[in-house]
């Protein structure tokens, strides 16, 4: 029998969590009844809040005596961290929910995520409707937004709860295996303005036996593919799209933290790196350009994105720490320069096209990287087929050494 694992509150929530629970068992599938509230609970859990605050070697006993509710969340959500993941490997849950406020999702979250990908977990959640990164992260949690508060039972809270259940019971219950074909996973980045070299590429590395994952950098994106490399999904990383650095480095929208750039040189897989769409750092809509770039060369990709030329000043920065970065790498390590232009846009004749600050990038980036990474110049603008192809050619040459 399959079985869901409810986490929550089941003091403060009980009412609610018993009401999942009922919805869980009608459908004919056993419940593990996770605890992660202080005080005593209104349904007798499998896993007691005793049970999380041990896994970390908390007692519970002085967390209540001491009455501090920030305490009591961070010493549960670090129990639940380190005990759901060893609950799921034992065989004790196929899938994972639970409901609460900004309290509840931040305690859930991250044992949900230290879950594999492809577990079934649903969050419902009152913080559902906004950003919700720091619940998510980098994994596969569907988030569900509550509507009302999760506090009390009534027709609108009934309608989600029940709706949260059937879709993670579907989940369950529909599980299907999904056959490895056995090729070598490789990891790619592709923004709008890479696409073309990015379907070249892959085409080409399909042809030759690979299997190629493609991240969108738009932060997340580059989140996710740091986060598989690290988990040894990865066997190689043609690394072509680096433009979340500009967000980082610049202030844009759409980084991806200091640690993009980081997990392929760490594990020691084969990386061509290329420094494509460093040309623009990006933003919202027209209108939410911040007032110091207003005189900037912005152009407005569609309604939702403006995009900002990056400066040569800006882009000395930037090859800074995409130099660093290579240096750091264990493995073999490839860094690819397209002369005629970084992105669709930045070549001769289009919006973005400045060869002056593409010279202070390619520049800062010979200058600065070090013996250990191979620099290969080509006279292509990155979309060119023969840049695509000689950056798969070479990721190939590095994954046969």
Request: hydrophobic share 45%; charged share 25%; with cysteine.
């Amino acid at each position: 029998m399959k079985t869901i694992a409810i986490a929550g509150t089941f003091d403060t929530k009980g009412r609610e969590l018993k009401y999942i629970k009922e919805l869980v068992e009608e459908q004919g599938l056993a419940t593990l009844c996770i605890h992660t509230g202080v005080f005593e609970p209104l349904v007798t859990p499998q896993v007691t809040n005793r049970d999380l605050a041990e896994a970390i070697g908390a007692d519970i006993d002085d967390i209540i005596a001491k009455r501090d509710r920030a305490t009591a969340t961070a010493v549960l959500s670090r129990g639940m961290e380190t005990l759901i993941p060893k609950l799921y490997a034992e065989g004790k849950f196929d899938g994972i929910i639970s409901i609460g406020g900004s309290g509840g999702t931040s305690l859930a979250t991250p044992a949900m995520r230290a879950l594999p990908i492809g577990v079934p977990k649903v969050m419902v959640s009152t913080m559902a409707s906004g950003d919700v990164s720091p619940y998510v992260g980098t994994s596969d949690i569907i988030m569900i937004p509550s509507v009302v508060d999760v506090e009390g039972l009534n027709d609108i809270s009934k309608k989600i709860f029940s709706n949260a259940v059937n879709a993670l019971v579907g989940m369950v219950q529909n599980q299907k295996e999904i056959a490895s074909e056995g090729k070598p996973l490789l990891a790619a980045t592709m923004f709008g303005v890479t696409t073309p070299c990015i379907k070249t590429a892959k085409a080409y590395l399909e042809e030759q036996g690979y299997e190629v994952l493609v991240f969108h950098a738009t932060g997340t994106g580059g989140q996710c593919m740091e986060a598989l490399i690290k988990d040894g999904f990865i066997k190689g990383v043609l690394d072509i799209t680096t433009t979340e650095w500009c967000d980082e480095v610049v202030g844009g929208v759409l980084a991806a933290g200091p640690d993009r750039l980081s997990a392929a040189g760490k594990a020691g897989i084969p990386q061509v790196v290329s420094v494509g769409a460093l040309d623009m750092v990006n933003f919202g809509p027209w209108d939410t350009v911040p007032e110091q770039f207003k005189d900037r060369n912005l152009y407005k990709h569609n309604p939702t994105v403006t995009l900002m030329r990056t400066t040569a000043e800006e882009l000395k920065e930037i090859g800074g720490k995409i130099a660093e970065k290579l240096n750091a790498a264990k493995g073999d390590t490839v860094l690819m320069l397209p002369l005629k232009g970084v992105s669709a846009i930045d070549v001769e004749g289009a919006p973005f096209y400045d060869a002056e600050a593409d010279a202070a990038l390619f520049d800062t980036l010979r200058t600065q990287i070090n013996d250990k990474v191979e620099l290969i110049e080509m006279d292509n603008a990155v979309n060119d087929d023969d840049f695509a192809l000689a950056a798969a050619k070479k990721l190939i040459e590095l994954l046969n050494k």
